[in-house]
């Protein structure tokens, strides 16, 4: 049992509290330590995510008037990493926290393959220190320095710095923030003071994230929020198709460059993996809480608003889309030059045909296919007139000449062979590199199905993972 409980201090660490119970009992072992905690040889495998909490309370003194709700909500990142992830998910985390779950935690919550990486140190801001130092007469680690992505402390709006103490060091020796871990020289951090501006308020909004636990919504319901809000600034349209260049663009003309390099978000228009777009699709992947706050700042969205709302439109026009393509098919002739064997009602729909309408609609429907054949989760499909086709699921009638806007959508979103095997390629690294540490050439071209012996294929696979 522990011999007290040191004091837990406004938006501490439960890591901070562990190592100043450590210096203050003068414990050098890390072995003596956990049978202080836990009574037995049980150790913290997370600063964000520590564990086995309910073995911990049990070994606080009677004293302590702290329970588990308190400790991981108040003193942990569990709200801020599960804000976004669903009611299932978030109860899970926080079992796995409070009865041990090994490494798990970290791949339920989606940061084990994220792109967005945790800090590599833990972080201060020298002026909390000098008021911690006189105000307590110890310094201490805030949770609000340790959020991804930020890079100020909101409370004095200065820099952050960063530490010799490893924030994903698992063996975790517990180093309270005095001299010891300071860099020895602290490089001078600049900003500009728009990202400056940028920056406190995407704090601002990840602070109100860490200190409420905001009721969770599934994915499906946050992806339709973005979707109502995308349609009201004009970047999607009613059916919520996605208006994926203007949305791009309008982006990262938002945002400085660098601060979105800052942020490990930058986007490049030529690639058509960027995150943005693969952002706003619905799928299964948790995301990173820092993208979910940089594209509601975007928006002019406040964190708590998903949260507030009850409804969502989302995709559920799609039903009518789905409705006006059996028009669209039941109001063509077939593909043998005969008329359609329909009912009165539907020749009768046949007599005259608005084209204009029918372009538009047809665009619309053909700019779906293409966001179902980039989103597919399995092997990447050529985007040609046919695949579009299949993908709506109608005939020829699709390439009338009169359907003006669409024939040119379809011709102008076309991919050549060579640009199909770059992104089938860029595909097989990536689902590599997901289920394993690396990938080699061959493997790549074995995975993405060229065979290992086309030497034209091993030599663009090299390329492309030179380049990336």
Known sequence: MMNFLPTLYEDELLYSVISRYKQ???IVSKIALAKDLFSEKTFFTSILFPQHLNKLIKNFPPNADIGLEELIQKHTMFNFYTAYLSKELTRKIFDGMANGRGSGIENLAGLAGSRVKLNEYLKYCPECVKEQLETFGQPYWKRSHQIVGALYCLKHEIPLQDTIVLSSDHSLGYFCLDEDVLSPVAPEIKFSDEIKKFNLQYIRESSYLLETRVSRKDQSFIMDFYIDRLREK?????????YRVELLKEFIGFFPKHYLEQMQSSID?????????HFVRKNSKNKSPLRH?????????KAGDVFKRRKAKGKLINQNSCTRMEDLRNSQPDDRGGESKKTNSRRARNDFIDWSQRDED??????????????????PKRITPSSIRR???????????NLIKTCRFIEENTEDIYSFRIRKIKWAVKELLNKQCGATIYQV????????????????IEKVMQRD
């Open 24 to 26: 203050m009992c003068g």
């Open 234 to 242: 004009g970047f999607a349209s009613k059916s919520g198709s996605i």
């Open 269 to 277: 228009l030529s690639n058509e993996t960027n995150w943005l777009y």
């Open 293 to 301: 706050l940089l594209l509601m700042q975007f928006l002019g969205i």
């Open 391 to 401: 993908a709506v699921g109608v005939r020829r009638w699709f390439s009338h000449k």
């Open 362 to 379: 047809c665009l619309q429907l053909a700019r779906q296919a293409v966001v179902i054949l980039l989103s597919a989760e399995d092997k």
């Open 445 to 460: 071209q074995l995975y993405a199905g060229f065979g290992g012996s086309n030497k034209e294929i091993k030599s663009l």
